[in-house]
């Protein structure tokens, strides 16, 4: 059995939402969605879009504007006030930021310059796309043919992503997953360990976040929702993640661009 | 250069209403201190920034200190240096936009919660409203609607005081009295904007949308620095002085003794306004100095140096219309706060040190406009 891993630059991106640090304080990046606020045009750390950079920044301001010493802040109280100031990421935004660091590793550029947008309509969608593209950069952007193939498990390598997509029709919401490390045997894949951004209902108000799972391989033939996933120590339908993927179009994909 | 040598005055002359100017602006400012902390005229801080140390005790300082050269200027202006051809103008605009500064500081303090429709319930009103009149009276005023809800989409604050649109406009109306006046009153040789090394270009009317553009933007540049005590006042001193000696030079007898009863009343303003300040300039000395600079400078035909004579104000602006942009075209923050000198203060500078550095900053490149109109 051999393991590949993504990058240390992307596995740093990961590190910095999943071990966020102010001083010594530790927590996770909450999630965060702007579909419930329906925020437009702000700064993209409002609308859960932003880098750990952007995320740090933000803090500053607001522990500034109410008074709050960061110094004082233990990984509770420091989620406790992000969640509470609406700071957070989204799945296609961490996702585009991992991604982003993969693509710079391999010494191709920004994600944006690969990235076609089809959902930004005329010009001026076109410029908003590459003036603001993680912003604009959904689940449907990453599922566009141009931009991802389908691909069998058996082709599946550390950088693809899952996406769950036509959600809208059946009430659930488009999400996506970033597989990082992945279990060979035989030179075939037998483990997909995936992280994403997302708010179980387990969750409760303050532990959501970043989370990591794991899809052991059962069958190279079978499509990925009858695999076995595991995340939270859950499994079946105690799972939300798997639940999602059932509810939705779930497709492994790779970024040609990327390979 | 324009050069009329119409009413020249002895320097030493025009420097006497500076030095009356600090007088008459020293001997009445307890009654305004007094005044305005007995009618308790307190905005507070900057709500992002009220936690800041240093700013803590902000919250007690009045707003409206600006009313010491105001009213010092205009007073010693009115009664001493009136001229139909050069005084009246610069005067009237600078009382214009004081009062709107002035409405504004007030309504900050004391006005209730104003509210902005949304263009939405606007054209709801027009389709539903009962009275045909008040429908009437939606259509009418349909563009004044859409218009502010622009600028409230640009950032305009919809709580208390006057809000911008509401200030563009007046503003506008101050720019365009400067403007009829410089492009009538003064005549042709005002149709030109005068560059270093002989360079004139003729723009004909065409001068009439550019002045009243620098005058709505000094105006506003002026109270964006108007942030921290001393910084707007400093700064000010060292643009109206060399505003005083190019009218000088340029022949604008009238004008460069305004520019220094400016002088005079801003050192008494700056005295007390130094941290820890006994009041703060508010929009009512901000908004009319900032017209007054604007209004004088053009009238002495010194357009093609405004930029360095008033630097350090158009920088502040300009970071502030990068800011927005930065938020809206970008989706980030350009920097840490704006104006800049907030950023400053956000890295961790002291106030004091922001302060002087700015005022040294202003000052070089004011030298260095003086030096680029005297060529």
């Not at chain 2, 989409?153 to 101050?174: C, D, Y």
């Not at chain 2, 030109?192 to 709505?216: A, E």
Request: glycine share 8%; net charge positive; proline share 3%.
């Amino acid at each position: 059995m051999n393991t590949k891993i993504i990058s240390d630059r992307t596995l740093e991106m990961i590190d910095q939402y999943k071990n966020f640090h102010i001083g010594n304080t530790v927590c996770s990046i909450p999630y965060f969605n702007n579909k419930h606020y329906g925020r437009r045009a702000g700064l993209r750390v409002e609308i859960g879009k932003g880098s750990p950079k952007d995320i740090f920044e933000e803090i500053k301001n607001k522990a500034l504007e109410q008074g709050v010493d960061m110094k004082s802040f233990d990984s509770e109280s420091l989620k406790r006030f992000l969640v509470d100031n609406d700071i957070g990421i989204d799945c296609s935004a961490f996702v585009y930021y991992l991604l982003n660091e993969e693509s710079l590793s391999k010494k191709k550029g920004g994600l944006d310059r690969h990235l076609h947008f089809p959902f930004s309509k005329g010009i001026i969608g076109k410029i908003k796309s590459k003036i603001r593209p993680v912003e604009n950069t959904d689940v449907k952007t990453f599922a566009y043919d141009k931009n991802s193939k389908v691909i069998p498990i058996k082709n599946a390598q550390v950088g693809d992503i899952i996406t769950m997509t036509n959600g809208l029709n059946n009430g659930n919401r488009d999400h996506i997953l970033f597989i990082y490390q992945i279990e060979y045997q035989n030179f075939l894949p037998i483990v997909l360990h995936y992280i994403h951004a997302t708010a179980w209902p387990t969750d409760g108000e303050y532990g959501h976040g970043i989370h990591e799972g794991r899809i052991d391989i059962l069958s190279l033939e079978r499509p990925l929702v009858e695999q076995r996933w595991i995340e939270n120590d859950k499994t079946g339908e105690e799972n939300y993640t798997f639940v999602n993927a059932k509810k939705n179009q779930t497709k492994l994909r790779t970024l040609p661009f990327l390979c | 250069m324009i050069s009329i040598l119409q009413g020249t005055a002895d320097f030493a002359y025009i420097l006497g209403f500076a030095l009356f100017s600090c007088f008459v602006a020293f001997l009445w400012s307890p009654l305004l201190i007094k005044t305005l902390y007995k009618l308790n005229i307190i905005k507070g801080s900057k709500r992002e920034l009220s936690n800041i140390d240093s700013r803590k005790n902000k919250g007690e300082t009045p707003v409206m200190g600006g009313l010491l050269i105001i009213i010092t200027v205009a007073f010693i202006t009115f009664f001493f240096n009136w001229s139909r051809s050069f005084t009246w103008v610069p005067i009237g605009v600078m009382l214009l936009s004081a009062l709107l500064g002035g409405v504004d500081d007030l309504l900050s303090v004391f006005g209730g919660e104003r509210r902005s429709r949304k263009l939405s319930q606007v054209l709801n009103l027009i389709r539903v409203h009962r009275e045909l009149k008040m429908r009437i009276w939606y259509i009418i005023t349909l563009p004044w609607s859409v218009f502010r809800r622009i600028s409230v989409w640009v950032g305009s604050r919809t709580n208390k005081g006057v809000h911008v649109h509401e200030k563009l406009l007046l503003q506008f109306i101050a720019g365009s009295i400067t403007a009829w006046w410089i492009y009538e009153k003064l005549g042709p040789a005002w149709h030109y904007i005068y560059l270093p090394y002989g360079i004139d270009i003729f723009i004909g009317w065409f001068i009439i949308p550019i002045i009243i553009f620098i005058v709505m933007f000094t105006a506003n540049a002026v109270n964006i620095a108007d942030g921290m005590d001393g910084l707007a006042g400093g700064m000010l001193i060292s643009s109206f002085s060399a505003l005083t000696l190019l009218s000088w030079i340029n022949g604008f007898g009238e004008i460069a003794i305004l520019n220094a009863t400016t002088v005079g009343a801003l050192v008494a303003y700056t005295y007390f306004n130094i941290k820890p300040a006994r009041f703060m300039m508010g929009d009512v000395g901000s908004l009319g100095l900032g017209a007054l600079f604007a209004v004088n400078t053009l009238a002495i035909g010194e357009i093609g140096s405004i930029f360095f004579l008033g630097f350090l104000f158009y920088v502040e602006a300009i970071t502030v219309l990068i800011q927005i942009a930065g938020r809206y075209i970008l989706g980030r923050r350009i920097f840490k706060m704006a104006p800049i000198h907030h950023h400053f203060e956000i890295l961790g500078w002291s106030e004091e040190k922001t302060i002087m550095r700015f005022w040294m900053i202003h000052f070089i490149f004011v030298i260095f406009g003086v030096w680029l109109a005297l060529h």
